[in-house]
């Protein structure tokens, strides 16, 4: 009797080993082909991530260089408001053919607190504009009082439009001191 279980239980014990040793084989290629394929497409998708990275920095590039472009373009042509003994006087065709150029090229390339704060000194420009004309047509001129008022704002709105302009450009906690300078 101990000699059929021995038989039973060596038989047994070959099986599975057999099936042991067989069940590993099967694990290590089954694994070794998932592994090889799940390898390719996470290769695949770092390369796709990278490339995408690069065509995304590339066109954040480009955007801030368009934008410091027509920035400069703008700040340039705004001083028209500020260099002037009266900022009520009339530009010339030249003056404001280069600020309507470079706002134009603005409402393309900027962000919303950029167009805020040009529109805000528009607006200004506008309302003294219409002061004058209302001054004029009651034969007056607009005071030195009201010129040096409007030419502080003037100013104040511009510093203020400068700083939106360098927070775009990546100097987002800048804290400047704009002076204004003239000979």
């Not at 497409?41 to 770092?46: C, D, F, G, L, Y």
């Not at 900027?110 to 219409?130: F, G, M, S, Y």
């Amino acid at each position: 009797m101990n000699n059929h279980y021995d038989v039973i239980n060596e038989i047994t014990n070959e099986l599975l080993f057999t099936l042991g040793l067989g069940g590993f084989l099967f694990v290590l290629i089954f694994g070794g082909i998932i592994w090889f394929f799940f390898n390719q497409k996470v290769n695949r998708i770092e390369q796709t991530f990278a490339s995408e990275l690069k065509r995304n920095r590339a066109t954040e590039l480009d955007l801030i260089y368009r934008r410091r472009e027509v920035y400069g373009r703008l700040i340039k042509s705004m001083r028209v408001f500020l260099q002037k003994g009266d900022p009520t006087e009339k530009s010339t065709a030249e003056e404001k053919s280069e600020f309507l150029a470079a706002y134009d090229e603005m409402y393309i390339w900027a962000p919303d607190e950029v167009l805020k704060a040009v529109n805000d000194i528009v607006k200004l420009k506008r309302i003294w504009a219409a002061k004058k004309v209302e001054a004029q047509e009651a034969n007056k001129e607009l005071g030195k009082t009201d010129i040096a008022a409007l030419q502080i704002k003037f100013r104040e709105l511009h510093k203020i439009c400068v700083q939106k302009i360098r927070q775009d450009c990546g100097f987002e906690e800048t804290e400047f001191d704009y002076s204004y300078v003239s000979f």
